[in-house]
Nanobody, 125 residues
Framework: QVHLVESGGELVQAGDSLRLSCVASGRALNPYTLAMGWFRQASGKEREFVAASRWNGRTSYADSVKGRFTISRDNAKNTVYLRMNSLKPEDTAVYYC?????????????????WGQGTQVTVSS
């Protein structure tokens, strides 16, 4: 199994920037094969794909965050980051770290192999 722990979520104002972190561990962890990414779930809505990064740095983004969010990873630290710029109130959600060996990274929530517990991001207007 792979264990994922997110951190960095907090209350910010619209237009601010924030960086989330996710540390991965476990016997099944292989930084050279496991893709990692982020989903988010707003209150009353379904969990949706945000961004993903392959071991070699290849990335993908949801249309709603392209140009504002940047995903990166440090394989030596088994850590993936999500830098969020120009935050909007609509970005308010619980952000979940995710991991899956497939690429392109699966977008349906039910296809993801591993999940973190989530970290709350709240953007005030």
């Amino acid at each position: 199994q792979v264990h994922l722990v997110e951190s960095g979520g907090e209350l910010v104002q619209a237009g601010d920037s924030l960086r989330l972190s996710c540390v991965a561990s476990g016997r099944a962890l292989n930084p050279y094969t496991l893709a990692m990414g982020w989903f988010r779930q707003a209150s009353g809505k379904e969990r949706e794909f945000v961004a993903a990064s392959r071991w070699n740095g290849r990335t993908s983004y949801a249309d709603s965050v392209k140009g504002r969010f940047t995903i990166s990873r440090d394989n030596a630290k088994n850590t993936v980051y999500l830098r969020m710029n120009s935050l909007k109130p609509e970005d308010t959600a619980v952000y979940y770290c995710a991991a899956d060996p497939r690429w392109p990274f699966p977008k349906p929530r039910t296809d993801i192999d591993y999940w973190g517990q989530g970290t709350q991001v709240t953007v005030s207007s």
